[in-house]
């Protein structure tokens, strides 16, 4: 064993193509355990290996065959290719950074489990991918050297609910890149507000994907209650991939004509921002998360927040944001009093980018070290 610890196997593998919370989680964190001198190995898919090398110079990268790019291809190689990368490479742990992982690896492997609401809200995901990720959490559990979750709820929860051996759970909370999410300047908001057509009208802001657990739907409704006889209205923005929540467009249907409902799809990494620090208030009223990196990324650009006090979303904005229960009724109050309240908007917002600065990717780091270290003395 080195002295920057032992040489990882990071399998980037499962980083989707839309860089969505787990392609910013995995890339976050390769950065910094690449700026901490660990000894690293990354697997990829052929079209990131370029990008990881750059994130991680001093990294051995290996690219997958391309049929990995197709999910039942990679779920395979993760159980026969992914060995003998390790083997290649030396690796003496492996990491493997969403719920799966290869269950004859030679060496210890250490789990990523990010949230436990495939089992507290099944309904809240669809039955294929639920039953996917509990077969596999049940698995990482059982099998893993160690477990990793970002945030202490889910590792409650995954004791709750499945009788994990807390001994085994490490919590390492995400970090937030400050220089991709920071406090806009007045040009990059209204470059944002012109790409979206917005031309100087207010808005509420909402980044995520589209699904159940996010609860667009109490947000819409919400959020019409809430610009009921405003003369300014807001209007609303859906930013983010979709999902497979059909309730929305019957939400959307329901609009009054008067109001703007906005849904651009995916957005730059270099508007997030100007839309995020440039929104009246950021919403995202979810039914529950294990972690919520959309909240921290939006306090660190300076945005008032609003979310709820479900699962690790206290954990993340602490007393730095404001909380409403997830039924539209509470949203539209909340939403109301903060609109109504510029002051109180004000110092949410500075509150939410101190905050923020609490979560670095460099603890992160540390924290995954530290996991890498017991899973090889176990």
């Known amino acids: 064993m080195s002295d920057v610890g032992p040489r990882v196997l990071v399998d980037a593998t499962a980083v989707p193509a839309?860089?969505?919370g787990v392609g910013r989680y995995v890339d976050g964190l390769v950065t910094a355990l690449s700026a901490a001198g660990a000894d690293l190995a990354i697997a990829s898919q052929r079209a990131d290996a370029e990008r990881y090398g750059r994130m991680a110079p001093e990294a051995k990268v290996i690219a997958g065959p391309a049929a990995i790019a197709h999910r039942p291809a990679r779920l395979a190689w993760e159980q026969t290719g992914l060995p003998l990368v390790a083997q290649q490479v030396g690796a003496e742990v492996v990491h493997s950074p969403h719920y799966t992982m290869p269950l004859r690896a030679g060496r210890?492997?250490?789990?990523t489990i990010h949230?436990?609401?495939?089992?507290t809200e099944p309904e809240m995901h669809t039955s294929v991918k639920g039953t996917f990720f509990r077969s596999a959490t049940r698995t990482a559990l059982r099998r893993a050297s160690r477990a990793?979750?970002?945030?202490k709820a889910t590792r409650d929860e995954l004791i709750r609910l499945l009788d994990a051996d807390a001994t085994l759970i490490d919590v390492a909370y995400h970090g937030v890149d400050q220089q991709t999410f920071h406090v806009p300047a007045e040009d990059e908001q209204q470059r944002v507000q012109a790409r979206l057509g917005l031309a100087g009208q207010p808005y509420i802001a909402f980044l995520g994907t589209l699904e159940p657990r996010k609860n667009v739907p109490g947000l819409i409704r919400g959020w019409v209650r809430a610009c009921e006889g405003r003369e300014d209205a807001p209007a609303l923005v859906l930013a983010g991939g979709s999902g497979w929540d059909d309730t929305i467009d019957q939400a959307v249907s329901e609009v009054p004509s008067h109001l703007r409902v906005l849904r651009p799809g995916y957005l730059r990494f270099t508007d997030l921002p100007g839309f995020l620090g440039g929104a009246r208030v950021v919403a995202y009223p979810s039914h529950g998360e294990g972690f919520g990196l959309p909240v921290l990324e939006a306090m660190a650009c300076g945005a008032p927040v609003?979310?709820?006090?479900r699962l690790s979303l206290p954990e993340v904005g602490g007393e730095a944001v404001a909380y409403t229960e997830p039924e539209p009724e509470a949203i539209a109050a909340a939403l109301s009093a903060l609109l109504d309240d510029p002051a109180r908007r004000a110092q949410l917002g500075e509150a939410g980018h101190q905050r923020s600065l609490e979560f670095t990717w460099a603890a992160s780091a540390e924290a995954h070290l530290a996991s890498y270290a017991r899973a090889l003395s176990a």
Do not use: K, Q
């Open 18 to 20: 839309d860089r969505g």
């Open 148 to 151: 990793l979750v970002p945030s």
């Open 115 to 119: 949230d436990a609401t495939f089992f």
């Open 306 to 309: 609003l979310t709820t006090p």
């Open 108 to 111: 210890p492997v250490v789990v």
